[in-house]
């Protein structure tokens, strides 16, 4: 699954871009992928944005961002921040153990037309997150992911 999800934010690092990401009502996020968020001091970041870049639209996405980090600081600063959007979430999928998080996969309010959607997956030495907006549904991206 690890392999899975780093060759996709591989691929996704190819097609660097600017977009406006909406984070209205989770301004907790932007403190894991916002363009000045402490973390990324330590982090490897891929960000793909607009629908002609066809790993996008393939995947019905306008917008997808990875943050991957290996020192425990940040790993478990994204705990800490993916655990208090849960309940920002309108769909959730969540494995965690002793309160950290082994996988979690949200789905955020739309804002403007666009569906957003937050993985985040860790396995102890290393923790990777990704934010995704589109027209893609939950099912699309849980699909994608497992691919």
Known sequence: M???ILFLAVMCAACMGGYA???DGLTSISEIFGDKAPILANATVAVVSGRTEKSLADNKLDYFKSV???DSASMSKMNSVAMSLLEKSVDNE???SSGKINYAF???P???GHNRYMFIFSNGKKTVAMYME???TF???KKMIKK
């Open 110 to 112: 739309p804002v403007e």
């Open 21 to 23: 990401q909406h984070f």
């Open 134 to 136: 589109g027209n893609a």
């Open 68 to 70: 991957s980090v290996a």
């Open 139 to 141: 099912v699309d991206i």
């Open 94 to 96: 969540l494995s965690s």
């Open 2 to 4: 690890m392999k899975r």
């Open 106 to 108: 949200y789905s955020f």
